[in-house]
């Protein structure tokens, strides 16, 4: 399972471009997922496609950050340490066959509903004003978005992507109000059930040891790990 390309086609940036066997992302800087170097390979110049990938962000106002995953070129992580890039965001990868068992009703779309936008953002809304951004980032490609709601408002949230023979989660997100009470879940399993999903994977931030047990209590266990180099300009 390459992690590395399965986020970056369930996570697509809208603005790519290559360089050197290098992908350079971009969208709107709405997640590091979407706006950072995917260096899976040894370039030929490596100054010049550290260069280039500088001059890519700097000339969008957006620090340079690179995706360091399983799959990046083994000498990345050091040489960009050696440049000064400081370490971020370390996040866990879990994979597994997830639970098939019904919970409560779900509400199932093929394209996120404004109130389902609402809600995931009002959880995970850390890019200000990018919520536009994140959308189009969200239905760059096939997904499924489901939703508990209660009262005609969506109270925990998420999204999956049909990848072939596995499936992405994404966007878990639960109102502060409706935490505790097992909504992840029941989304979860709905999502994964009504795609067929035998297989499945996430990533998380590594210090959410709270999301890390419920999904190891799905089904899940951690295979890798991965985390982002920047420098800000």
């Not at 390309?5 to 971009?26: F, I, K, N, S, T």
């Amino acid at each position: 399972m390459n992690v590395d390309l399965l986020v970056h086609q369930a996570w697509p940036a809208y603005e790519q471009r290559v360089h050197d066997g290098w992908v350079l992302r971009c969208a709107g800087g709405v997640t590091k997922r979407a706006n950072s170097v995917l260096a899976l390979n040894a370039p030929a110049d490596l100054d010049a496609a550290i260069g280039a990938a500088e001059a890519f962000y700097g000339e969008r106002g957006q620090s340079c950050a690179f995706s360091v995953g399983p799959g990046a070129w083994a000498g990345l992580d050091a040489e960009l340490a050696r440049r000064g890039y400081e370490l971020v965001d370390p996040t866990v990868i879990m994979a597994g066959s997830p639970s098939a068992e019904p919970g409560g009703p779900v509400r199932i779309e093929d394209r996120p509903w404004p109130e389902w936008l609402e809600t995931w953002w009002s959880v995970d809304g850390r890019y200000g004003a990018g919520l536009a951004e994140a959308a189009r980032i969200c239905t760059g490609v096939p997904a499924w978005y489901g939703a508990v709601e209660e009262d005609g408002v969506p109270v925990a949230v998420g999204r999956l992507v049909p990848q072939g023979d596995t499936a992405g989660v994404f966007c878990m997100a639960t109102l502060p109000r409706a935490r505790r009470r097992g909504l992840a879940r029941t989304v979860l399993r709905a999502l994964t059930r009504h795609a067929g999903a035998k297989n499945a994977y996430l990533v998380t931030t590594e210090p959410n040891h709270g999301a890390q047990a419920l999904y190891r209590a799905e089904g899940f266990e951690t295979i890798g790990r991965y985390h982002y180099r920047v420098r800000t300009p």
